[in-house]
């Protein structure tokens, strides 16, 4: 039975992905599903991520929302959602965080912040398995 997130499952997720995680992202175009995996950041029931504006990974996306992501010892579903460009003021909040998180690798050229197509993917997450130390929480994050 699903839980909504509870201050145990939210020290959890925020010590387990708040900060530089690999996650894998699973998208469906014309009935066949892709998967990727994507360097993330996660906060408040949404998974964030620095990519590009014409990937497939944002194609897929901008017909069907709807994204599956897996993570150390975790599943999930939510909705995936352009919000905007690196550079574009309403975003600075977020990627003050995002460059931190991201500082080992986000300077070393693979970053265009000059590129309007440089986006931020937001993964807001409807629901999820979590996995903690032999105990499993079903979280309702609606």
């Not at 839980?3 to 900060?19: A, H, N, P, V, Y």
């Not at 709807?66 to 990627?95: L, Q, R, Y």
């Amino acid at each position: 039975m699903s839980e909504k997130l509870t201050s145990e499952t939210k020290q959890i997720m925020d010590e387990r992905f708040g900060k530089d995680s690999l996650i894998a992202v699973a998208t469906v175009s014309g009935g066949v599903p892709y998967v990727r995996s994507v360097n993330a950041y996660y906060e408040d029931g949404c998974f964030y991520c620095v990519t590009y504006a014409l990937s497939n990974k944002m194609q897929h996306i901008a017909e069907n929302p709807t994204v599956a992501i897996c993570g150390e010892w975790f599943t999930a579903h939510g909705k995936g959602e352009n919000i905007g460009a690196v550079s574009d003021a309403m975003n600075a909040p977020i990627m003050q965080k995002l460059r931190a998180a991201f500082s080992e690798w986000y300077s070393n050229g693979h970053v265009n912040e000059d590129d309007p197509n440089t986006c931020i993917l937001k993964i807001k997450l409807t629901d999820g398995i979590l996995m903690s130390h032999g105990r499993r929480f079903e979280i309702d994050f609606t």
